[in-house]
């Protein structure tokens, strides 16, 4: 689709949308069930539908077409938007999430390198190693039966992974204090994303207070691990070994400590409570869908014959990777991406204003019944090649697209490949009897009761 042009003398055609209450609009249903709501919302008025919050409009965008034309052919008159910078930045400073224009582009050209495929190759072996050394804590429950929480372990998992492909050193998701600071600051994003009058962090509730600790901790360690690695110069071979030689090409400058700092932080929280997530959905898919299940083990017999996955067997693991799409399909991590329009458009017929809040959500999009037949149901073979290749690009977009799809794509789709494949090989997990399963959408989709399975061999 080419950029729209608006001309003057067009008249100006509103998108339909809900009436909602006289006051508040349909502000209290998104708050209540955030996907309910825009799902239903998209089911019932179209492929772009205007929502009201009290004063303020969105936009809801769902068709891929549309995505498509705010996420990459008309990009550059929407930025990231004014509830990225206030619930964002707080944590992450202007680290690549949250950055804009110029200081984006120089740093996306600085860091891009990085996260090519075949410099992620080596971090493989990190990945399955810190999955057999869970493995090895799991024999504990595997002989007990007893039911623990899943999302926890994922969330610990992911998380060390990422803490020692970026700095090489071990953290610890649960005792270590990066761990906890990250535990804090997360809960404390998340709580302000779903408490939209709460006070900013400049005022000192004890919320804040505990938020600010956490901030200053991170500065402390990150600056302290910066510093010295810069006076050792040792190259470790990690992530942070390879931000700290990227020079812009143009002025043969590097990045500043306080700019490596944001990048590390945003690193750390982009890189792994995604990845988690989509791990936990997929076991509780699994273990809703023993045909599936039974079909992966084949694979994984066949394939690695008990051996520990390499990131060399990778595009052998075939259905192991449909799998991981198909869950990522109906549980986006990423929900919805937020988006500000700069000057007016046109989408599909219709205006989007100056500086209106647009909301694209892979959930609704993902369940688009033009595009995905039986759209609740969960089955891998949508993912084979030729269906894939029969759908418009942006019907399937859990990473995003354009300029500013996720940079850590492919470091994503090797971990959680690896992770499933090493542990799916050393057992089976199923869920507790009666643990409740219900998405919450916060900054990413997760589980709200967490998910309490049983591990056997
Ligand atoms: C399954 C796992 C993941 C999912 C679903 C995911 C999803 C996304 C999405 C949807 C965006 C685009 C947001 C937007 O357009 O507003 C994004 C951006 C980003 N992601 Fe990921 N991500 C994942 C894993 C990772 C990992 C492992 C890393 C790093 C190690 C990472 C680092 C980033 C960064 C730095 C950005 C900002 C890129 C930019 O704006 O230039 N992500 N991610």
Redesign the pocket.
């Known amino acids: 689709m080419s950029q729209a042009i608006v001309t003057p003398n067009r008249p100006r055609r509103v998108p339909p949308g809900p009436a909602g209450h006289w006051l508040w609009g349909s502000l209290l249903d998104f708050q209540a069930d955030p996907l309910r709501a825009y799902t239903e919302a998209a089911r019932q008025y179209g492929d772009i539908v205007r929502l009201r919050s009290g004063p303020w409009y969105s936009y809801l965008i769902a068709h891929p077409d549309f995505v498509k034309h705010v996420?990459q052919d008309n990009h550059r008159n929407y930025n990231?938007g004014a509830l990225i910078a206030a619930y964002l930045k707080p944590l992450l400073g202007e680290?690549?999430?949250t950055s804009e224009g110029d200081l984006?582009l120089r740093q996306?050209r600085l860091m891009q390198p990085a996260f090519h495929k075949q410099r992620l190759a080596h971090f493989g072996q990190t990945m399955t190693d810190k999955t057999l050394a869970m493995l090895d804590r799991w024999q504990t429950y595997a002989g007990s039966g007893e039911p623990f929480d899943v999302s926890a372990e994922m969330m610990r998992l992911t998380l060390s992974i990422?803490g020692k492909t970026l700095f090489s050193t071990e953290v610890e998701a649960t005792s270590g204090e990066v761990g906890q600071a990250m535990e804090v600051a997360q809960a404390h994003v998340n709580y302000r994303t779903t408490h939209p009058f709460s006070l900013p962090e400049r005022f000192p509730t004890p919320r804040n207070r505990r938020f600010r600790q956490a901030k200053a901790t991170f500065d402390r360690i990150l600056l302290g691990i910066i510093e010295d690695r810069r006076q050792s110069g040792e190259d470790k071979g990690d992530l942070l070994g390879m931000l700290l030689a990227a020079r812009d090409e143009a002025t043969g400058e590097g990045m500043s400590d306080e700019q490596l700092r944001d990048e590390t932080v945003?690193?750390f929280l982009?890189?792994h409570e995604?990845?988690a997530n989509?791990l936990t959905w997929t076991w509780y898919l699994l273990s809703q869908h023993p045909e599936v299940a039974r079909r992966l083990r084949e694979e994984l017999a066949a394939v690695l014959g008990g051996r520990t996955p390499t990131v060399a067997q990778i595009p052998d693991l075939k259905y192991t990777t449909q799998v991981i799409e198909e869950a990522?399909r109906l549980y986006?991590?990423?929900w919805v991406?937020?988006r500000g329009s700069i000057s007016q458009d046109e989408i599909g017929g219709y205006t989007i204003p100056a500086r209106a809040l647009i909301s694209i959500s892979?959930y609704v999009t993902h369940r688009h019944p033009d595009f995905w037949p039986n759209p609740a149901v969960f089955d891998p073979d949508r993912f084979t090649p030729e269906r894939a290749a029969s759908r418009p690009r942006y019907a399937y977009f859990?990473?995003?697209g354009g300029p500013?799809?996720?940079?850590?794509?492919n470091?994503?789709l090797m971990?959680?490949t690896l992770i499933l494949a090493t542990v799916a090989q050393a057992g089976r997990l199923d869920l507790a009897p009666g643990h409740p399963v219900t998405p919450e959408p916060l900054i990413t989709l997760r589980p709200r009761y967490g998910m309490r399975m049983r591990f056997q061999h």
């Open positions: 996420l990231k680290g690549l999430v984006w996306r990422v945003t690193l982009a890189g995604t990845t989509t990522m986006p991590p990423a991406i937020t892979p859990p990473f995003g500013r799809q996720c940079i850590g794509n470091f994503a971990e959680a």
